[in-house]
């Protein structure tokens, strides 16, 4: 794959950026469909009836309207959803992103030739940050393939905002500052932020004119690790971004306001190409078993993380690794893909640096060090103990099942991923007795600046199938047919959503509208049925496919009393992450998890028994 990606190819990284087409509009008329459908699982049919007239109102009404108004702004953007969504689903939400909005995940290498072990931390460190600079080079010179569907590119604007990229908090709304240049741009920072014990040092990745090589970092890792277990712990500034947006922002101000130096330090952080954390701590993790790991990547200590870094590179003293990344700027796919290309190289390198050991006579690194009063010391420890204290409420079951995987799905002519999909509908129907309003994420990528759209799981299909596995006078060819039917259907939604025609983005377009307009709510917004079934993020189940390679994340749930989902799949097995809050007595992850392998068992038998 190295020789791949790095000859010269023909293809710049960015080169179709101008001529991939805009996001569409889908039709008044299809998304209405699609959404009363979607909301059928969860009504009465006197609920139901009720909720059809109010989109047959909206439909011939307000709604054709904001359609109209919706279509004049598209006409005028290549994605007219780019910067409502940003500031709706990130920007202006205000409550702690760190541990709110982030997605974490270990790096794989665990399972290889780098098996926890205590002393490995810093050797390790500068090998895998090597790569990770090598990436950057990758896209600096735009040498990094571009992503297609057979001949069809995909928008890679999501992989600019990889270095070099960090959110500012604001009082009301937040904003994302981007410093990364491709070579043909000009100037980009060439500099690293390393985090350990409080403390915040910085160096540059570039040495007359090529990058340093893993032995000068790890001098540079040595330097700072020795000075910070040598002398006292530093303030811990960066525990401030784990805090509620305004508090952040209203500290930041403060902290600007004390020196103006701050300001300078603030912005060489925001700018850096990454957060390499030190963290004390060793992190257990085993391939049948990520539980621990992705906690603690999750939840772990603020002052080594730096909550708005579009990346955080993070070490543990047993040589594990793994990232903490803000999801505004971008989705886990470019995390997916940079962290499926350092664990391909260390894989190559069988973990190990083969070039020379010569250590050049580079600058050491610098330590930025904050002016600081009693004011802010407070902020930041009440920001640590708040952190804290919501992080010890949540609850993660991330584990492996090994019997089979997508192999023996695809040999019985079952997608992998709506496999996985169906098996969660089947688990939460048994465990809670109730369908689960689920959001799958469906990339966009085709459109410029495309990101995401919502597959509604949750099906009546789905449905139909849960219920008649728990009818014992169901039959088993019955069964069959009704999870072939859910497989069908949920199939063609994903198509579907992925070619920009779901429900739930153009209907917070419409709703959106009419709040720019100053218009009152439509009634179909304030529907319960509009809630109940997910919508305005209400989704009890938020889950997302992380992809096919050895690489796993996490995320919160989306709603106090629902779960979070992520998952990956390999050719013999799946690698499920699943979260929940414990202060909510109804949901329990190792609960859910357990029933979603039963599921899988399940499932595989219906398609797989020799007598059918």
């Known amino acids: 794959?190295?020789?791949?990606?790095?000859?010269?190819?023909?293809?710049?990284?960015?080169?179709?950026?101008?001529?991939?087409?805009?996001?569409?509009?889908?039709?008044?008329?299809?998304?209405?469909?699609?959404?009363?459908?979607?909301?059928?699982?969860?009504?009465?049919?006197?609920?139901?009836?009720?909720?059809?007239?109010?989109?047959?109102?909206?439909?011939?009404?307000?709604?054709?309207?904001?359609?109209?108004?919706?279509?004049?702004?598209?006409?005028?953007?290549?994605?007219?959803?780019?910067?409502?969504?940003?500031?709706?689903?990130?920007?202006?939400?205000?409550?702690?992103?760190?541990?709110?909005?982030?997605?974490?995940?270990?790096?794989?290498?665990?399972?290889?030739?780098?098996?926890?072990?205590?002393?490995t931390q810093l050797e390790r460190g500068s090998i895998i940050l090597w790569h990770n600079l090598n990436y950057w080079q990758l896209l600096r010179k735009e040498k990094m393939p571009v992503h297609k569907v057979g001949n069809t590119p995909l928008d890679m604007n999501q992989f600019r905002m990889l270095f070099s990229t960090c959110k500012v908090p604001g009082i009301s709304r937040d904003s994302i500052m981007n410093y990364f240049r491709t070579e043909s741009e000009g100037r980009s920072p060439s500099h690293l932020a390393v985090l350990c014990r409080g403390r915040v040092f910085v160096f540059d990745a570039i040495h007359e004119g090529c990058l340093i090589t893993p032995p000068e970092l790890h001098r540079n890792l040595m330097y700072i690790h020795q000075k910070c277990h040598s002398e006292p712990r530093g303030p811990g500034v960066a525990a401030l971004t784990s805090e509620e947006r305004t508090r952040w922002a209203e500290a930041r101000e403060y902290l600007i306001g004390l020196n103006p130096e701050n300001l300078s330090l603030l912005e060489?952080?925001?700018?850096?190409?990454?957060?390499?954390?030190?963290?004390?701590?060793?992190?257990?993790?085993?391939?049948?078993?990520?539980?621990?790991?992705?906690?603690?990547?999750?939840?772990?200590d603020p002052t080594v993380r730096w909550g708005d870094k579009s990346y955080n590179l993070i070490s543990f003293s047993n040589g594990v690794f793994g990232c903490n990344c803000d999801h505004a700027p971008y989705d886990a796919m470019v995390m997916v893909h940079i962290a499926h290309y350092v664990d391909e190289r260390i894989l190559e390198a069988e973990g190990r640096w083969k070039g020379s050991e010569k250590v050049r006579d580079i600058p050491l690194p610098e330590e930025l060090v904050f002016t600081v009063d009693k004011k802010i010391l407070n902020a930041i420890s009440q920001a640590k103990a708040q952190h804290?204290?919501?992080?010890?409420?949540?609850?993660?079951?991330?584990?492996?099942?090994?019997?089979?995987?997508?192999?023996?799905?695809?040999?019985?002519?079952?997608?992998?991923?709506?496999?996985v999909q169906l098996a969660l509908q089947l688990a939460y129907y048994r465990l809670h007795g109730r369908p689960g309003c689920c959001y799958e994420t469906a990339m966009t990528r085709y459109f410029y600046h495309g990101r995401t759209e919502t597959v509604r799981s949750c099906t009546m299909e789905a449905v139909r199938w849960c219920q008649s596995m728990q009818d014992p006078s169901a039959s088993f060819l019955e069964q069959r047919?009704?999870?072939?039917?859910?497989?069908?259907?949920?199939?063609?939604?994903?198509?579907?959503?992925?070619?920009?025609?779901?429900?739930?983005?153009h209907l917070l377009g419409l709703s959106l509208i009419a709040k720019e307009e100053g218009l009152p709510v439509p009634e179909l917004y304030t529907d319960p049925l509009f809630s109940r079934s997910g919508g305005g993020g209400h989704f009890v189940l938020s889950t997302s496919l992380v992809g096919y390679f050895r690489v796993q994340g996490v995320v919160v749930p989306m709603v106090r009393d629902g779960y979070g989902f992520f998952y990956h799949i390999r050719d013999d097995r799946f690698v499920v992450a699943c979260t929940a809050w414990k202060s909510c007595p109804e949901t329990d992850s190792e609960k859910l998890v357990e029933e979603v392998f039963r599921a899988f068992y399940d499932m595989i038998q219906l398609v797989s028994t020799a007598h059918l």
């Open 268 to 300: 060489r952080i925001q700018s850096s190409l990454f957060v390499y954390s030190l963290e004390d701590d060793c992190a257990y993790v085993t391939p049948e078993d990520y539980s621990q790991v992705l906690t603690t990547l999750l939840t772990g």
């Open 481 to 505: 047919q009704q999870m072939l039917q859910a497989f069908a259907k949920h199939n063609k939604m994903m198509k579907e959503c992925s070619a920009g025609r779901g429900c739930d983005r």
């Open 1 to 119: 794959m190295e020789n791949h990606l790095a000859k010269s190819t023909e293809e710049r990284t960015f080169q179709y950026q101008d001529s991939l087409p805009s996001l569409p509009v889908p039709s008044l008329e299809e998304t209405l469909k699609k959404y009363l459908e979607s909301v059928k699982p969860f009504a009465s049919e006197e609920e139901y009836k009720k909720t059809a007239e109010i989109v047959q109102k909206f439909q011939n009404g307000i709604g054709r309207k904001l359609h109209q108004r919706l279509l004049e702004r598209a006409k005028g953007k290549r994605n007219w959803l780019e910067e409502w969504w940003l500031n709706v689903a990130y920007l202006d939400v205000r409550i702690p992103s760190q541990l709110n909005v982030n997605f974490a995940g270990p790096s794989a290498h665990f399972e290889h030739y780098w098996p926890p072990k205590e002393g």
């Open 388 to 419: 804290l204290k919501e992080a010890s409420d949540l609850q993660v079951a991330a584990h492996a099942f090994m019997s089979f995987g997508k192999m023996l799905t695809k040999k019985n002519s079952l997608h992998p991923d709506t496999f």
